[in-house]
């Protein structure tokens, strides 16, 4: 699920974005593949092409008051979406909510309230519903920007020596954030492996194990050491995960 504010009126949203930031950092990260925290416009929409997905477009009233003609619209540019709507008042919302659309709208954000957090939590609910078999996600901030990782595109994560960050290795790039180890494999399922002090390991991404020299191999060339001592266990753990025996 790919989400994003549609205004004209973007420097008006930077809360409500900051709020939204907090609640995916907060758990809802699973039913995210993207999300913007920059306001789109439907210029913006109509000149950049959409990847196939599905899409939740929480439309501004303000900026859009036309909601069957901006319908129309993302229609024609967006794959497959529901919306939501930022109003004013809830009467004008529960109007919205009732007129019957070509494409549903599922939940509303009413800026007037002091504070929108329990209305974008309705609506993070919901989605989640919406995206029981989204695959897991690490949520991670880098270079100021949130970014949602995908677990089966990790390879590996490794401390950087001498500092408090880690590298997360991924298949087509890599990421360095200020984390431990104990604090990311809490944030990882049954796939990955404590597999020295310092690095995980994404079993599954395994191309092949070096077991001489104690080396995974992952695709695009990318490695990482284990401990002796931990060579059972990733064995093990494979089995398991491959429900045959290696």
């Known amino acids: 699920m790919h989400i994003f504010i549609l205004s004209e009126q973007g420097t008006v949203y930077n809360d409500l974005l900051l ?15 993207m999300y913007s925290m920059h306001p789109l416009t439907l210029a913006d929409v109509r000149s950049h092409p959409f990847p196939a997905g599905h899409y939740y477009i929480i439309i501004d009233t303000r900026s859009y008051p036309d909601i069957l003609k901006t319908i129309a619209v993302l229609q024609h540019y967006v794959p497959s979406f ?7 008042s ?10 019957d659309h070509a494409c549903p709208i ?6 007037s309230c002091a504070d929108p957090s329990p209305q974008l939590n309705s609506i993070f609910s919901l989605l989640s519903s919406h995206c029981l078999n989204a695959s897991p996600k690490l949520c991670i901030r880098y270079a100021g920007i949130t970014h949602l990782i995908d677990f089966s595109d990790i390879c590996f994560i490794e401390t950087n020596k001498g500092s408090h960050n880690c590298t997360i290795s ?4 890599d990421f360095s954030i200020r984390s431990t180890i104990k604090e990311l494999i809490q944030k990882l399922d049954s796939r990955f492996l ?6 995980i390991a994404n079993l599954t991404a395994i191309d092949y194990i070096d077991a001489g020299n104690r080396i995974l191999h992952f695709g ?7 401990a002796q001592t931990s ?14 025996p290696l």
Not at 82 to 88: L, M
Not at 91 to 96: D, F, G, I, M
């Open 90 to 99: 809830d009467e004008y919302a529960a109007v919205l909510l009732n007129e």
């Open 220 to 226: 695009n060339q990318r490695c990482c050491t284990y």
């Open 231 to 244: 060579y059972a266990s990733i064995r093990r753990q494979l089995a398991a995960i491959n429900s045959e």
């Open 170 to 173: 991924c298949t087509c790039d």
């Open 82 to 88: 529901i919306t939501g709507v930022i109003a004013f």
């Open 194 to 199: 404590l597999v020295r002090s310092s690095t």
């Open 106 to 111: 599922l939940g509303y954000i009413n800026l």
């Open 19 to 33: 709020k939204m930031d907090d609640l995916i950092w907060q758990g809802y990260s699973h039913c995210l593949s």
